[in-house]
């Protein structure tokens, strides 16, 4: 019988294991096999063995190689059990032929390799941000259903669908060569930038699951950077989304309710997050390639000044938004700039701004377009018009935060 302690410590190095190492286990187990549900299965039943054995005999010098060794076994009894013929025993061959797990150092990580294969083209473009979580991180389908929003049953399939297209499709699990790099690296940051999205729609940090969601697609970030150092955009969505998170204590005052970026006491933003992702622009700045994530987390990094001059760049801001807008064609973007430019030169010209948007439909049920015209409209004088415009961003705002300020604002009107 083990002790309380021996229990204690097992668990612990169990948990930690897993938070280290099973995204690494996984995309090592899945790059032979590309059966990354086997792959899961797998390292699943070896953690379960891991759970039993170390109170008992200790952990051993290497979770990580201990893991990877019963994973192994556990794959090749499965693969033993679902087929026959030459290709079962030349995937055999080759899974026997993996490190035996004696050293840490001969586990390589090949974690981007299954990020590229996740985002890869041919897996559906909602589901490559939730694989990602679940293969790399070890996320549960359920827990993913809830950040996005949608049945446990529904992205239970997708994640199964998404699975066996990796495994039917032949998609191969490594890093793209250069020629191909950038487009594919794009999809990738793009998949994490999702993820962090569903995150950061939950302000206050109280829901759970989606605040971990944020932490854990910073994370991703971390490690795409890690092993991309010389990828400018690699670095900028790092920069993006630390510049972010250092401001989510500011976005609600004391009572819970919504506080706007401009209203925001600098003196709650987190200095020294706002410091690393400086630094993080700056060495994406030195690679000499501007893109999307560094434009954005240069307009952050112009707000973020703020704390230092009291003051916001407007100027600067709009011509961001504008080399973005140019970049992206994004009509998202193209309110930002108009926001600057009514703050550089008054509501008429972001109104102008506005004006030229009016026939985009696919601002016609966006929230922050209808806010930020009310707000415009209030102004500008016009107030039965932008009492209107605030009728139609409360109605489609789903935050009760954000709701209550919209209706302070609306009654505010004269």
């Not at 009894?77 to 490190?99: I, K, N, S, V």
Request: glycine share 6%; charged share 20%; net charge neutral.
């Amino acid at each position: 019988m083990p002790s309380p302690d021996s229990a204690a410590a097992a668990q612990a190095a169990t948990e930690a294991a897993a938070r280290r190492s099973y995204g690494k286990l996984v995309a090592f187990l899945a790059a032979r096999t590309r059966d990354v549900a086997g792959a899961e299965d797998a390292l699943s039943e070896a953690f379960a063995a891991a759970l039993a054995d170390w109170p008992v005999h200790g952990v051993p010098r290497s979770p990580e190689a201990w893991l990877l060794a019963v994973a192994r076994r556990k794959l090749i009894d499965a693969f033993r059990l679902r087929r026959h013929g030459e290709e079962a025993a030349a995937t055999l061959a080759l899974m026997a032929g993996m490190a035996n797990g004696e050293d840490d150092a001969a586990v390589p990580d090949e974690r981007l390799a299954l990020m590229f294969a996740c985002a890869h083209p041919a897996i559906e473009a909602a589901v490559r941000a939730p694989l990602m979580l679940q293969t790399i991180l070890g996320f549960d389908a359920a827990a993913i259903a809830s950040a996005f929003l949608v049945a446990p049953s529904t992205m239970g399939q997708r994640l199964v669908r998404a699975k066996a297209k990796i495994r039917q499709a032949g998609i191969p699990l490594r890093v793209p060569e250069r020629t191909e790099l950038r487009e594919r690296l794009d999809t990738v940051l793009d998949a994490i930038y999702a993820a962090y999205a569903q995150g950061w729609s939950d302000p206050a940090g109280t829901e759970a699951r989606r605040r971990n969601l944020a932490e854990e697609a910073i994370w991703l970030g971390r490690l795409a950077a890690s092993l991309l150092p010389g990828e400018p955009e690699a670095l900028g969505l790092l920069s993006l989304m630390l510049h972010a998170e250092a401001r989510r204590p500011a976005r609600r005052d004391a009572q819970g309710d919504y506080v706007p970026l401009a209203e925001q006491s600098p003196a709650l933003w987190d200095a020294p997050l706002m410091a690393e992702a400086e630094a993080l622009l700056l060495q994406a700045s030195e690679q000499g390639a501007v893109g999307r994530f560094q434009l954005e987390a240069a307009v952050q990094s112009v707000h973020a000044a703020r704390r230092r001059t009291g003051t916001t760049d407007w100027a600067a801001i709009e011509r961001l938004y504008a080399a973005l807008a140019a970049l992206t064609g994004s009509p998202v973007v193209a309110i930002n700039r108009a926001v600057a430019l009514a703050e550089m030169h008054g509501p008429a010209a972001g109104l102008a701004a506005l004006d030229a948007l009016a026939g985009d439909a696919r601002l016609a049920d966006y929230q922050p377009y209808w806010a930020a015209r009310a707000g415009l409209l209030a102004r500008s004088g016009q107030s039965g018009a932008a009492n209107q415009a605030y009728e139609r961003a409360i109605g489609l705002e789903s935050d009760p935060a954000v709701r209550r300020f919209l209706q302070q604002r609306q009654a505010g009107l004269r």
